[in-house]
């Protein structure tokens, strides 16, 4: 069957684009009763795992965008006019379906709007994202001007920066709640240090992945040390949580050392095994639909994961351990088909998802 061109359409970054998405579903599902089951239970823990496994997809949205955005020229008028105001544009609708949505049963009275006006402005928690990634965009022309003219050192050193004092400083804090260490900690705040560092760090690692590469002895050093973190991440946190009596988290979230470990290992093999393969026609276009429906993915899946439960749909209706991932299933789907639908609606698709 006749391939299609790698240079056309990279896509093995739409299959990791697909593969991203589908890790933030399975996390806010297997968050579902994360906050609710004590430590303890069994159940608690089957969720704590899996949320465990699946925290690499926003460093993986932010270090895609890195490898595509810095690699190109963008002039500023199209990157605001194109992306920036399409993703405030995204942002401000679904903050408001999502506010009309948790006033839905009070009726809609002067109150009752204050509250949409409230999750407007504020939006839903998993909507973070948005915003982030504007503030990025807003910096890509001055980041793409320095790494187009600095040196390969000079943005090893930015990533030792990084490295060292974002996500070494963010796990070291998460293990210890040490007076000496939130000392520490509390200094690379102050310092903004870390404010330098944070997911601008993901956004320059994807492109130095993607332009420069890891020296290959390396590779499979990095791909063996997936499994290893991936169960560290479960123990480490389940000690912690354990030993507090309550959730934590932290230790496992998107600047872990764990995690970076997992988001670096799934980024390089995309980027160097995933690159190589030659898709047929049919399979590119199946795989093109999929991830340009992961925007809308994101957006939409907390709220048919709210609806779901309301109607008694949840990770509990059998043992969670296969509950979990097939309510992340189901929800992607449904979102993926919805998505498909809401993109082709004109003019108004393209702020809509």
Same mark, same amino acid.
């Given at each position: 069957?006749? &391939? ?11 299959? *990791? ?6 890790? /933030? ?76 949505? +948790? %006033?839905?049963?009070?009726?809609? !009275? ?22 982030? #990634? ?16 600095? +040196? ?27 007076? #000496?260490?939130?000392? &520490? ?8 240090? !870390?404010?330098? %560092? ?5 956004? /320059? ?38 030993? &507090? ?7 496992? +979230?998107?600047? !872990? ?7 670096? &290992? ?23 639909? *999929? ?22 749909? +949840? ?7 296969? !509950?979990?991932? *097939? ?7 449904? %979102? ?18």
């Amino acid at each position: 069957m006749e &391939a299609v061109s790698q240079d056309k359409r990279m896509i093995h970054y739409d299959l *990791l684009r697909i593969v991203a998405a589908f890790s /933030v579903v399975m996390l806010h599902s297997a968050g579902q009763k994360w906050y609710v089951l004590p430590v303890t239970d069994r159940e608690w823990q089957i969720a704590n795992a899996w949320d465990a496994l699946f925290r690499f997809g926003v460093p993986i949205f932010v270090m895609i965008s890195g490898a595509i955005f810095l690699n190109k020229d963008i002039g500023i008028k199209r990157l605001y006019f194109h992306n920036i105001f399409r993703l405030l544009a995204i942002y401000w609708i679904w903050s408001g379906l999502y506010g009309i949505y +948790d %006033c839905r049963k009070r009726g809609l !009275g002067a109150a009752e709007w204050k509250e949409v006006i409230k999750e407007l402005l504020g939006g839903r928690y998993h909507l973070w994202f948005l915003p982030m #990634i504007v503030a990025i965009y807003m910096l890509v022309p001055i980041l793409r001007s320095w790494v187009k003219n600095a +040196d390969k050192r000079n943005l090893q050193y930015f990533l030792l920066l990084f490295i060292f004092l974002k996500i070494g400083m963010f796990t070291v804090s998460a293990l210890s709640r040490s007076y #000496i260490v939130r000392y &520490a900690s509390d200094l690379t705040n102050v310092a903004e240090l !870390g404010m330098a %560092c944070s997911y601008i760090g993901y956004f /320059v690692w994807g492109y130095y992945i993607a332009h420069y590469g890891i020296p290959e002895k390396w590779h499979r050093v990095i791909y063996a040390g997936v499994i290893p973190a991936a169960l560290l991440n479960q123990f480490v946190d389940r000690y912690l949580s354990l030993k &507090a009596g309550e959730p934590r988290g932290e230790f496992y +979230d998107s600047y !872990g050392a764990f995690t970076f470990i997992i988001v670096t &290992a799934l980024f390089l093999f995309f980027t160097n095994v995933m690159s190589k393969v030659h898709y047929s026609r049919p399979a590119a276009r199946i795989i093109r639909e *999929l991830s340009d429906a992961t925007f809308g993915v994101y957006v939409m899946h907390v709220g048919l994961l709210e609806v779901l439960e309301e109607r008694g749909i +949840d990770t509990m209706l059998v043992p969670n351990i296969i !509950g979990i991932p *097939l309510l992340a299933l189901g929800c992607y789907a449904v %979102c993926t088909v919805v998505a498909a639908c809401l993109r082709r609606i004109p003019v108004l698709g393209r702020y809509l998802c």
